[in-house]
């Protein structure tokens, strides 16, 4: 897979670093446009809800300058900021639109050096391994076809730090990880969707075949990997389509992932952000947001009233438990 960009927009330090002197070159045919901070573009942060899709054109360029770690406690004990934020992918619920509005553009930080040192110094710190998770702000499959930050990060943590690393994806460009020794301390994470609502929801994705070929590919490379299936979106038809997801999962996974893997579930919340981007740039999408079904999470966000999330835990549970059992670490 190759990203194509119409414009790159960059702080100037990035060319002090040497992956900005290689973006430089990679991507030296396309407009160059110097900017003070990666966060503040004035021209961008202006366009209207419609140009949601060509502001997923440009590449942004900047120096990462947070980097607070968020305590987790689902598969990682962190978060933890990392080599990009944002997404070329254009998800309807994506909850990175609900932190970066309509600037949910890709954005790649060059100083991955300073990054990883704090990160391994963390973990040598801490009492006893510990689990980071550094894809919560992008997709590191999906960056890596930019950076190729992803087998540098996999091969630096295996060999200096004790715990683990792990991210998630929507992508099946792994072919670059396969032969890695990573040690077993990365764990790969391949979220799904019924192909229905991955074409129709989960625009610039890759399709569920070859998403579940990538995780049996990571799966016999030695990679502890999981599954989430996530956002589960109840459209109508859910129960048909989810039901014929997971047995599709129970066909075609490999006996390795149904044998070591786990499962995530996450319903999905959407905003009042989402909607009025989705209404302007995606006029014909499907709708998404079911005023009979959801009801005020605050702060402007929706999720599933109790009774309509209690009928789909019991739903997936009951499936999951029939066709394909693997261990659910959790539904939220």
Known sequence: MELHFDAVYYEPQVLDYLLG????????????????SHNRIPE??????????????????????THKYV??????????????SGCRAMCLYCYLVCNY???????LFVNREQMMNRL???????????????GSNSDLILENVVTGNLPWTIECFSQEGRGHLTFPTKFDMV????????????????????????????????????????INDMAEAGYPIGLLIAP???????????????????DELSSKVKRDGFIEIILMTYSFVQNAINTEAFPNAVPIFDHSLMTGRGRGKYCYRSEVREEAEAFLNDQINRKLNMPILYIA
Not at 74 to 83: E, G, H, I, N
Not at 235 to 247: A, D, Q
């Open 120 to 134: 391994l110094k963390a973990d040598a710190a801490a009492p006893a391994p510990q689990t980071f998770e550094i």
């Open 175 to 214: 072919q670059p990880l396969l032969n890695l020794d990573h040690r077993g301390k990365i764990i790969f994470r391949m979220s799904v969707n019924p192909s229905e609502i991955i074409q129709r929801v989960e625009y610039g994705t890759s399709p569920l075949d070859t998403r579940i070929r990538a």
């Open 71 to 84: 305590e987790n406690h689902k598969v990682s004990d962190w978060l933890v900021p990392y080599t990009s």
């Open 21 to 36: 002197k290689q973006l430089h070159e990679t991507y030296q045919a396309l407009p160059w446009i110097e900017v003070e």
């Open 232 to 250: 589960v979106i109840l459209l109508p038809n859910w129960k048909r389509m989810y039901g014929e997801l997971i047995e599709k999962l129970a």
């Open 44 to 65: 961008l942060s202006a366009a209207g809800n419609r140009d949601f899709p060509k502001l997923k054109q440009h590449l942004i360029l900047g120096i990462r300058k």
């Open 101 to 107: 509005n309509k600037c949910s553009y890709l954005r």
